[in-house]
């Protein structure tokens, strides 16, 4: 049975995504990241972001986690998503306190030093089941645990082995860590 409430909400929030539609047509956005693969814009006075990626896999990702923000609280929750146009919206994340930062810049040289030992595709989990667990501070053990469970639920293969887990794709959002990246 369909709830009113959840027939509501689904029109507000169809409402909301085609005001932010409305606004980058009219080019009302501004540039705020790049990386690797895409490019990150601001849309002004919302506090969404659009993000135009050559990367094929980030939008298998997107697509599966668009709208589904209570299932996939690890990840930045994303209300729209364009195959064609290589594009999705998420919300704005704000930036990783430098605590989180350096947690995350030596758990990865950690990692990666475990994966040249192992000379196998290993992912952080493998690393976390090894010795990651007790070489990291709890906070963010914990938070890699919830998001091992949610890569799991998107039900894409290998998706841990091509996580890329670095800092400059962890952001926060109210309170949390996200990935913003993926
Ligand atoms: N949801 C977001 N909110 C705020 N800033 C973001 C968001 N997503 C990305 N950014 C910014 O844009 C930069 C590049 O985005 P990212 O998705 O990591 O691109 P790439 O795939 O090229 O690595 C990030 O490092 C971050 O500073
Ligand atoms: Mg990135």
Redesign the pocket.
């Known amino acids: 049975m369909i709830r009113l409430k959840n027939i509501l909400s689904e029109v507000l929030q169809q409402e909301q995504v085609d005001i932010l539609l409305d606004k980058i047509r009219n080019k009302q956005y501004v540039r705020i990241g790049a990386?690797?693969n895409g490019v990150v814009y601001e849309i002004s006075d919302t506090d969404y972001v659009f993000k135009i990626t050559r990367e094929r896999d980030e939008f298998e990702v997107a697509s599966v986690i668009v709208g589904r923000d209570s299932e996939f609280k690890c990840f930045i929750p994303v209300v729209y998503v364009n195959d064609s146009e290589k594009m999705y919206i998420m919300k704005n994340a704000s930036e990783l306190p430098i605590k989180y930062k350096q947690m995350i810049d030596n758990f990865y040289a950690r990692y990666t030093k475990f994966a040249l030992d192992m000379q196998g595709e290993v992912s952080i989990f493998n690393y976390l089941d090894a010795d990651g667990a007790r070489e990291t501070e709890s906070a963010l053990v914990t938070f890699l645990r919830k998001l091992q469970q949610e890569i799991i639920r998107t039900g894409i293969s290998e998706f841990d082995l091509d996580l890329?887990f670095k800092s400059?794709?962890v952001m926060m959002f109210n309170n949390r860590l996200v990935l913003v990246?993926w």
Do not use: Q, Y
Request: hydrophobic share 0%; charged share 65%.
């Open positions: 990386g690797d890329d400059d794709n990246d």
